[in-house]
């Protein structure tokens, strides 16, 4: 298994630029995440999935916009990327909730100028 | 979720056990202690986790107090490739299940 999978690794967008961070994973987990993670802090939930066709906010959801058409891929839209938006983003997934690991990707490091 | 406690730092020589300290006075019941890590520009990496007993598995070995208000994270043979922030974190399943990292403890393996 490639467990969970971020695509690209690393991007340079304008302020005012949109873009679409990729996530998979092939784990047939139900849930899926999004994070950010600015420099020298923790992790904070953007969106997140606990299926196909369900998706809910987050505590940092504004700017960012999420689909999830599939099991596997839960992509993350930034639409007018802003400064603020710069950061390391992170896609997670676990089996279920509760006493269940999550497994994080490698990260997308996004810079903003 | 339950606050936790963690130095800021510790070192440790490569190939002795490092114990990772962890409080969490203020835990419920049903909220279980994680244990993840985060090697430099990586994703966090799980470890263990436990409710009430010590767990072991082929990373680590968690050991909880009775009364549950402390935890230890022990990598029996820490090697270089553990250098890592390592994340002490109680949950208990909610509607979005997010984990809340605080600020960990930085491990530093010291050849």
């Known amino acids: 298994n490639a467990g969970v999978t971020q695509t690209p690794k690393f991007r340079i967008l304008k302020i005012g630029q949109s873009m679409t961070l990729q996530c998979t994973q092939d784990m047939n987990h139900n849930y899926m995440y999004w994070y950010r993670q600015d420099p020298g802090m923790g992790l904070k939930l953007i969106y997140y999935?606990?299926?196909?066709?369900?998706?809910d906010k987050g505590e940092v959801p504004n700017g960012y916009n999420v689909s999830r058409s599939t099991t596997e891929d839960f992509p993350l839209r930034l639409e007018l990327a802003a400064p603020s938006q710069t950061s390391v983003y992170f896609c997670a997934s676990s089996y279920s909730r509760g006493s269940y690991e999550q497994y994080f990707g490698p990260g997308t490091r996004l810079t903003v100028t | 979720d339950a606050k936790t406690t963690q130095p800021p730092s510790m070192d440790c020589a490569e190939g002795r056990a490092a114990n990772l300290p962890c409080n969490h006075s203020t835990i419920s019941g049903n909220e279980y202690v994680y244990w993840y890590r985060q090697i430099h520009s990586q994703g966090p990496q799980y470890i263990i986790h436990?409710?009430?007993n010590n767990e072991t598995n082929e990373m680590a070995s968690l050991i909880i107090t009775e009364d549950r208000k402390s935890s230890t994270l022990i990598l029996p043979h820490a090697t270089l490739r553990d250098t890592a922030v390592y994340y002490c974190?109680?949950?208990?399943?909610?509607?979005?299940?997010?984990?809340?990292f605080g600020k960990g403890t930085r491990l530093h393996i010291l050849p």
């Open positions: 436990g409710l009430k």
């Open positions: 999935s606990v299926g196909a066709g369900i998706t």
């Open positions: 974190i109680v949950r208990v399943a909610t509607r979005d299940d997010k984990i809340i």
